[in-house]
């Protein structure tokens, strides 16, 4: 069974203060893991996709890592609207492009 | 970007009313997707569809129906809504052969 666990479930930051949240994925063979944000009381606003082991992407103070077992988003130096829930999820090589599991989320906040 | 509109934003409905949510999408996305997101669970998939006239079912489907009679519009009804059913619904979309889905505001809807 595909699954996707992130931690911390909860992470508080001081503004500049830089950290990693992760995002630990099983799946029978990667096509994708995607990065999304998600603001209170609105919809996931897609981030990134990863592809493959070594993979990076980056996006302002935001960047995406990617190894076998694991991804990373690291935020450098975040602002408070930086705060938010970051979710992370998965799709197997195999199946339709409905298979993605999505992990619980993050929920950030950064303190002025 | 995406954009996809849900309504409504809020419902509260009683137990056994038929409740239906729309969505909207006007990037002629082929693939469209609901998903239910509750505290401690991830987005769970209910349906999903590939194209017009093309609906199947997700991991929680019971209870809950679709229909794609145009490229835009995948408008999902709760036959006999229950109190299990109060959640936050969204509504997304991809282009078809990516994984990347966009997503919609949400609608709440409580089941009292």
């Known amino acids: 069974e595909d699954q996707v666990t992130q931690s911390p479930e909860a992470l508080r930051l001081q503004e500049g203060e830089s950290s990693s949240l992760n995002c630990s994925y099983t799946v029978s063979g990667l096509r994708g893991l995607f990065w999304y944000r998600q603001d209170p009381g609105k919809g996931p606003e897609f981030l990134f996709t990863?592809?493959?082991a070594g993979e990076e992407k980056e996006k302002e103070r935001l960047k995406a890592t990617l190894t076998k077992k694991e991804s990373f988003l690291h935020i450098t130096a975040p602002k408070p609207e930086d705060s938010a829930t970051y979710l992370c999820a998965a799709s197997p090589d195999s199946g339709g492009y409905q298979k993605v599991t999505f992990g619980t989320g993050t929920k950030l906040q950064v303190i002025p | 970007d995406a954009e996809i509109t849900q309504s409504p934003r809020h419902k509260i409905t009683e137990t056994g009313r038929q409740v239906t949510l729309a969505c909207h999408q006007i990037?002629?996305?082929?693939?469209m997707f609901w998903y239910r997101q509750d505290l401690g669970h991830g987005l769970r998939l209910i349906h999903y569809s590939y194209g017009v006239h093309d609906t199947n079912k997700g991991e929680v489907s019971d209870g809950y129906s679709v229909s794609r009679s145009n490229t835009e519009d995948l408008p999902l009804t709760l036959e006999s809504a229950a109190s299990s059913q109060t959640s936050v619904y969204f509504c997304?979309?991809?282009?078809?052969?990516?994984?990347?889905?966009?997503f919609g505001p949400g609608t709440r809807l409580t089941v009292l």
């Open positions: 997304a979309s991809s282009l078809a052969g990516t994984n990347e889905q966009f």
């Open positions: 990863l592809y493959s």
């Open positions: 990037w002629n996305h082929n693939n």
